[in-house]
Protein backbone atom coordinates (compact mmCIF):
# COMPACT_ATOMS: atom_id res chain seq x y z
CA UNK A 1 0.00 0.00 0.00
CA UNK A 2 1.41 3.69 -0.93
CA UNK A 3 1.29 6.65 1.40
CA UNK A 4 -0.28 9.36 0.12
CA UNK A 5 2.34 12.29 -0.62
CA UNK A 6 2.17 15.44 1.60
CA UNK A 7 -0.74 17.61 1.27
CA UNK A 8 0.47 20.99 -0.38
CA UNK A 9 -1.70 23.92 0.96
CA UNK A 10 -1.22 27.59 0.86
CA UNK A 11 -3.00 30.64 3.13
CA UNK A 12 -2.91 34.22 2.71
CA UNK A 13 -4.10 36.91 4.50
CA UNK A 14 -4.22 40.70 4.04
CA UNK A 15 -6.45 43.72 4.79
CA UNK A 16 -8.42 45.64 2.75
CA UNK A 17 -10.11 49.06 2.33
CA UNK A 18 -11.58 50.27 -0.11
CA UNK A 19 -13.53 53.71 -0.36
CA UNK A 20 -15.06 55.92 -2.98
CA UNK A 21 -14.48 59.74 -1.17
CA UNK A 22 -10.53 58.51 0.64
CA UNK A 23 -7.89 58.15 -0.50
CA UNK A 24 -5.10 55.52 -0.17
CA UNK A 25 -2.94 58.09 0.96
CA UNK A 26 -5.21 59.54 3.57
CA UNK A 27 -6.07 56.20 5.03
CA UNK A 28 -1.70 55.30 4.79
CA UNK A 29 -1.25 58.45 6.85
CA UNK A 30 -4.67 57.66 9.37
CA UNK A 31 -3.44 54.14 10.38
CA UNK A 32 0.37 55.13 10.24
CA UNK A 33 0.41 52.05 7.75
CA UNK A 34 1.68 52.15 4.55
CA UNK A 35 0.13 49.49 2.05
CA UNK A 36 1.81 47.22 -0.04
CA UNK A 37 -0.59 47.50 -3.10
CA UNK A 38 -2.68 50.33 -3.47
CA UNK A 39 -4.96 52.07 -6.17
CA UNK A 40 -6.69 55.12 -6.40
CA UNK A 41 -10.35 56.21 -7.15
CA UNK A 42 -10.39 57.00 -11.13
CA UNK A 43 -7.37 55.14 -11.96
CA UNK A 44 -7.02 52.73 -14.58
CA UNK A 45 -7.62 49.62 -14.00
CA UNK A 46 -4.82 48.42 -16.65
CA UNK A 47 -2.81 51.56 -17.02
CA UNK A 48 -1.16 49.68 -20.12
CA UNK A 49 -4.43 50.58 -21.82
CA UNK A 50 -5.79 54.04 -21.79
CA UNK A 51 -9.30 52.82 -22.79
CA UNK A 52 -9.24 50.13 -19.91
CA UNK A 53 -11.90 50.77 -17.11
CA UNK A 54 -11.56 53.18 -14.41
CA UNK A 55 -11.44 52.00 -10.64
CA UNK A 56 -14.75 53.33 -8.91
CA UNK A 57 -12.95 52.96 -5.65
CA UNK A 58 -9.71 53.64 -3.78
CA UNK A 59 -8.26 50.39 -2.80
CA UNK A 60 -5.52 50.22 0.06
CA UNK A 61 -4.26 46.53 0.63
CA UNK A 62 -1.65 45.27 3.37
CA UNK A 63 -0.43 41.67 3.46
CA UNK A 64 0.58 39.83 6.56
CA UNK A 65 4.06 39.42 5.28
CA UNK A 66 4.48 35.63 6.37
CA UNK A 67 5.10 32.72 4.00
CA UNK A 68 2.34 31.35 1.93
CA UNK A 69 2.98 28.04 3.78
CA UNK A 70 2.24 29.36 7.49
CA UNK A 71 -1.24 28.73 9.05
CA UNK A 72 -4.22 30.63 8.03
CA UNK A 73 -4.65 31.20 11.90
CA UNK A 74 -0.75 32.74 11.46
CA UNK A 75 -1.64 35.52 8.98
CA UNK A 76 -4.78 36.99 10.81
CA UNK A 77 -2.77 37.05 14.23
CA UNK A 78 0.22 39.13 12.21
CA UNK A 79 -2.77 41.02 10.95
CA UNK A 80 -4.38 41.69 14.04
CA UNK A 81 -1.11 42.90 15.66
CA UNK A 82 -0.44 45.19 12.74
CA UNK A 83 -3.94 46.97 13.64
CA UNK A 84 -3.08 46.93 17.28
CA UNK A 85 -3.37 50.37 19.30
CA UNK A 86 -5.46 51.81 15.55
CA UNK A 87 -8.84 51.18 16.82
CA UNK A 88 -10.20 54.83 16.96
CA UNK A 89 -8.46 55.14 13.34
CA UNK A 90 -10.04 52.15 12.24
CA UNK A 91 -13.46 53.31 13.46
CA UNK A 92 -13.19 56.68 11.65
CA UNK A 93 -12.46 55.21 8.91
CA UNK A 94 -15.56 52.78 8.75
CA UNK A 95 -17.66 55.77 8.50
CA UNK A 96 -16.46 56.01 4.93
CA UNK A 97 -14.76 52.89 3.92
CA UNK A 98 -14.34 49.13 3.70
CA UNK A 99 -12.46 47.48 6.06
CA UNK A 100 -11.82 43.57 5.00
CA UNK A 101 -9.69 40.91 6.49
CA UNK A 102 -9.00 39.30 3.35
CA UNK A 103 -8.16 35.33 3.67
CA UNK A 104 -7.13 32.90 1.16
CA UNK A 105 -6.52 29.03 1.23
CA UNK A 106 -6.18 26.20 -1.53
CA UNK A 107 -5.28 22.85 -1.25
CA UNK A 108 -3.55 20.51 -4.19
CA UNK A 109 -6.02 18.06 -2.85
CA UNK A 110 -9.39 20.19 -2.14
CA UNK A 111 -8.77 19.02 1.41
CA UNK A 112 -8.02 21.04 4.18
CA UNK A 113 -8.82 23.46 7.01
CA UNK A 114 -7.50 25.54 9.97
CA UNK A 115 -9.36 26.96 13.56
CA UNK A 116 -9.44 30.62 14.28
CA UNK A 117 -9.97 30.61 17.74
CA UNK A 118 -12.63 32.68 19.29
CA UNK A 119 -10.38 35.01 21.11
CA UNK A 120 -9.05 36.06 17.74
CA UNK A 121 -12.21 36.19 15.94
CA UNK A 122 -13.15 38.61 18.57
CA UNK A 123 -10.31 40.63 17.78
CA UNK A 124 -11.06 40.78 14.83
CA UNK A 125 -14.75 41.94 15.23
CA UNK A 126 -13.25 44.97 17.45
CA UNK A 127 -11.51 45.95 15.23
CA UNK A 128 -14.66 46.32 13.01
CA UNK A 129 -13.18 44.38 9.89
CA UNK A 130 -15.22 42.45 7.90
CA UNK A 131 -14.16 38.83 7.49
CA UNK A 132 -13.57 37.86 3.09
CA UNK A 133 -13.04 33.73 2.97
CA UNK A 134 -11.59 32.76 -0.88
CA UNK A 135 -11.28 29.39 -1.02
CA UNK A 136 -9.12 27.74 -3.96
CA UNK A 137 -10.23 24.69 -5.56
CA UNK A 138 -7.30 22.30 -6.25
CA UNK A 139 -6.03 22.37 -10.28
CA UNK A 140 -7.98 20.28 -12.60
CA UNK A 141 -5.72 17.11 -13.44
CA UNK A 142 -4.33 16.85 -16.74
CA UNK A 143 -6.17 15.14 -19.26
CA UNK A 144 -4.25 12.33 -20.45
CA UNK A 145 -5.64 10.72 -24.10
CA UNK A 146 -4.12 7.68 -25.05
CA UNK A 147 -3.03 7.06 -28.58
Same mark, same amino acid.
Given at each position: ?80 ? &? ?5 ? @???? #??? *?? =? +?? !? ?13 ? &? ?5 ? @???? #??? *?? =? +?? !? ?12
Amino acid at each position: MQSAGPVTTWSAGSIRITSRTVSVHEISGRLGITADQQFERDSLMSPRNPTSARRETSVWIRRSGLPEDTDLTDHVRALVE &LLDGRRE @ELAG #LSV *DC =V +LE !LLLGFGSESGQGGCV &LPAHLLA @EVGA #LGL *DI =V +LD !LYPPEPAAIVVSP
